[in-house]
């Protein structure tokens, strides 16, 4: 029997689900829309924001894209975020990260109204994520990774969790998700980062791993017990001479050794990837669904 978590079929489940929500909304007339801005022109950017377009054009979601050049000022990058979340057939706004340097990223994502930040990168919604009042949104690469084990049917109460990452957009909040009261989180989480003390030990203990880090193949077979579950989020480009492009892209997982040892692992491609848009949309419908309500009601 396959131990992998097919991220693609998952995906393509959750999506099926949100184009169910997306045609209710219709019927009643609302379109939900979704705005993305990229700033400059990281290559790894425009790939993940024209899979994400595609992707909600499938769904039946409006988005539209603004591309702005590298040299946009944090002025005119704040101008159109107000223009955005004054725009009633704007429901969710993304800004694609990274940011240039010379641009304030915390600021940026604290200048997206909460009700349209379908990244869950406002303070507001972190702090939601964390009070853990289901009110918010969850980031979306945190969230997906916590669909794919829930519907992999992983035993999350009690389970012992490694996060590897204390990332803002990944490793803070699957901790904080993890450990919500709840059937299907209940987790003891240990977080580890760059300043731990034998971080093999810890994994050696651990139910289930969730590499975020950004090692390439940092996590080797000596460090998972048998029987774990390993979700890989890295995505990490490293040099290599065979390939046409002379690099390709690993995980955080040493995923051929780690493989044979596991209960269920996720492959890199084809895991956590696709599960980050299938709950980007997700977020976008939600958002729709609830200013739609908050319309009727002020009417
Ligand atoms: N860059 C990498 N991941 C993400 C994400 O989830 N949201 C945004 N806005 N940018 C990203």
Redesign the pocket.
Known sequence: MSNLIDGRAIAADIHRETSIRVADLRQRGVQPGLAFLRVGEDPA?QV?VGMKEKKALELGILSHTTVLPEATTQADLLARIDRLNADPACHGI?????LPAHIDSAAIYASVSPEKDV?G?HPVNVGRLLLGDGGGFL???PAGVHELLVRTGVQLPGAEVVVLGRGN?VGKPMASILIQKSPTANCTVTLCHSATRDIASHCRRADVIIAAMGVPEFLKSDMVRDGAVVIDVGVNRIPDASSKSGTRLVGDVAFAEVQPKCRWITPNPGGVGPM?IAM?LANTVTAAERQSKKNQKTR
């Open positions: 950017s993940y993304l800004v694609q990260a990274p990244d990168f980031p979306c690469t957009i980050t980007l």
